[in-house]
């Protein structure tokens, strides 16, 4: 009977902590959003603004910038070299979603392109949307 107990206070302490921490993480919730209709509309707004409407899907093509040209973007990719045609249409933007331009590109940079495969086959692409992404953070050997 006396291990019971002891059973029994243990499992209350972890239902207190589980508890504890879903009532501080709503705290935290609601000092940030409000807990009004406006208050969670503009959470959730908040999160669409974060990413492009175009880039709500997986991109086209992922690779590292080799050249900028006025017409083009030349990418390394892990499939080899991609070609992406620029349109007059084609926007630019970064992680956050703001305005680029292809000038604002640096070779080295990690671009995701969304768009059309072009007329030549999977080494072409037309670009729809161009999203330079952020640097990733370079890894010393032996660190995890």
Do not use: H
């Amino acid at each position: 009977m006396a291990q019971r107990r002891w059973l029994i206070a243990v499992g209350a302490l972890i239902l207190a902590g589980m508890l504890a921490c879903g009532a501080f993480c709503l705290g935290i919730y609601v000092g940030k959003y409000g807990l009004t209709g406006e208050g969670l509309r503009a959470a959730f707004q908040g999160r669409a603004a974060q990413q492009p409407a175009a880039a709500a899907g997986r991109p086209d093509v992922v690779g590292r910038l080799r050249r900028v040209m006025p017409e083009a973007l030349d990418l390394a990719t892990a499939s080899g070299p991609r070609r992406i045609e620029l349109t007059p249409g084609t926007q630019f933007v970064d992680e956050r979603g703001a305005a680029l331009t292809a000038e604002d590109l640096l070779v080295g940079d990690l671009i995701a392109v969304f768009g059309e495969l072009g007329g030549d086959g999977a080494r072409s692409f037309a670009a729809n949307l161009v999203v330079r992404l952020p640097p990733q953070p370079t890894r010393t050997p032996g660190t995890p």
